[in-house]
């Protein structure tokens, strides 16, 4: 999703205040608040189907919650996102008692679109990477059956790329895996 700034300084109150008051989800970045846009139909189709499909599978592991794009990101002090979708295996914890700000996700998804491509690949993915909880972040195109996933190692993080509708995700981190075919299930390129 494409993000637009809200030009002024805002407090981190004043954010919460804002967003509170106007329902609209803004990203916050160093004082500066971004609204969030909609997304197309193979956007919001991507996003449903893999919830869907990897809701499936956690509803076996009980110790896992996944949370769609409503649930924010508390990134640092300064820095609070909105991801696609988020998984926590274990317990989830929040920065606020009301439960609106995750701090511990263990898998963070985004489906990219042409104006938020580089900001998920890079800005936002530095963000996400630099998270302790985080075992793996997942970025499914939407012009075509691709996905990368950025998964934690000793040595560092691993990037790999999968590709076509026969490919199969592991998403070891959360005891899954997720089929491109069920992602870009009636999906138009």
Known sequence: ???KPVKR????AEYLAYELETGIKHEYIDGEIYA???GTENHSKIKVNTLIALGKQLTQATTCSIYDSDMRIKITDVKYVYPDMS???GESVFADEEHTMLTNP???VEVLSATSANYDKGTKADYYLSLPSLQAYLLLAQDRAHAQLYTRHEAGWLLRE???LE???PLESINCTLALSEAYRNIQF
């Open 1 to 3: 999703m494409a993000m």
């Open 9 to 12: 300084t805002w407090t981190i």
């Open 36 to 38: 969030m846009t909609g």
């Open 87 to 89: 998984v926590v295996c």
């Open 106 to 108: 263990t898998l963070v």
């Open 162 to 164: 999968f590709k076509g």
């Open 167 to 169: 490919a199969i995700v």
